[in-house]
């Protein structure tokens, strides 16, 4: 059973920058993939950006790339995702999720069966 705890998110103005952390514990999270997922109210939830523990192999969606970066840290058993260049767009509640490591398509919610409560992002214009 593997427990994940978001920190880190806020209000910032458009151009702004954050740095989302989730703390894993209670597993082997070497053997996990670690992907964060947004929800906008009134949309479904959304990929973001997904990074193996095992490699640091990372995954983004289109309208992060270049802005976002997503990174773990194994002694803290944490992974973060830097968030540069904001746009309004990007407000949402991020979630952090985990997987074992070969499950797929890493993109979907569906694949995902451990998550994070969640943390709110704002950015103004």
């Known amino acids: 059973q593997v427990h994940l705890v978001e920190s880190g998110g806020g209000l910032v103005q458009a151009g702004g920058s954050l740095r989302l952390s989730c703390a894993a514990s209670?597993?082997?999270?070497?053997?996990?993939?670690m992907a964060w997922f947004r929800q906008a109210p009134g949309k479904e939830r959304e990929f973001v950006s997904v990074?193996?523990?095992?490699?640091?192999?990372?995954l983004y969606t289109d309208s992060v790339k270049g802005r976002f970066t997503c990174s773990r840290d194994n002694a803290k058993n944490t992974v973060y995702l830097q968030m540069n260049s904001l746009k309004p767009e990007d407000t949402a509640v991020y979630y952090c999720?985990?997987?074992?490591?070969?499950?797929?398509?890493?993109?979907?919610?569906?694949?995902?069966?451990?998550w994070g409560q969640g943390t709110q992002v704002t950015v103004s214009s």
């Open positions: 990074i193996i523990w095992s490699t640091g192999y990372t």
């Open positions: 999720a985990a997987v074992l490591y070969g499950a797929a398509p890493v993109n979907s919610s569906w694949t995902y069966n451990y």
């Open positions: 209670g597993g082997a999270v070497s053997s996990y993939s």
